[in-house]
């Protein structure tokens, strides 16, 4: 199993504790659709979290459901130069290094992008 792999299930099992989480209180039978926002600058893919997903969502009420992935464009700021905006990813084997595209540093400042958010849930309550 890869590290990418791993990194993404840890991100699947916080999904679905957050889903849980907000669905507490109401009869659900079954969720129906699902999707969350995931900032670019986290090191997984949303191949690998859709994978990831699938395994972890198994068994419970998210195990029918295919993971619609958002992904949000991040923000930096560079510590050497000021610079703030996009920021340049380069990925590493196992961690993704953000740098400055103006003077090429990697001490930057994440503004936005490091976010996992729950976008949309839709159930399908009890009788
Ligand atoms: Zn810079």
Redesign the pocket.
């Known amino acids: 199993m890869g590290a990418n792999l791993l990194h993404g299930i840890g991100l699947a099992l916080n999904i679905i504790e957050n889903v849980k989480k907000s669905l507490e209180g109401h009869r659900v039978k079954e969720v129906k659709e699902l999707e969350v926002e995931l900032g670019e600058f986290y090191y997984v893919s949303e191949k690998e979290l859709k994978d990831a997903f699938e395994i972890v969502a198994k068994d419970t009420i998210m195990g029918n459901v295919a993971l619609k992935v958002s992904i949000i464009r991040g923000r930096i700021r560079?510590i050497?130069?000021?610079?703030t905006g996009r920021g340049e990813i380069n990925n590493e084997p196992h961690a993704i290094q953000v740098t400055?595209p103006?003077?090429?540093?990697g001490l930057?400042e994440i503004l936005e992008g490091k976010e996992l958010k729950l976008k949309k849930i839709r159930v399908e309550i009890e009788d």
């Open positions: 560079c050497n130069c000021g610079y400055c103006k003077c090429g540093e930057v």
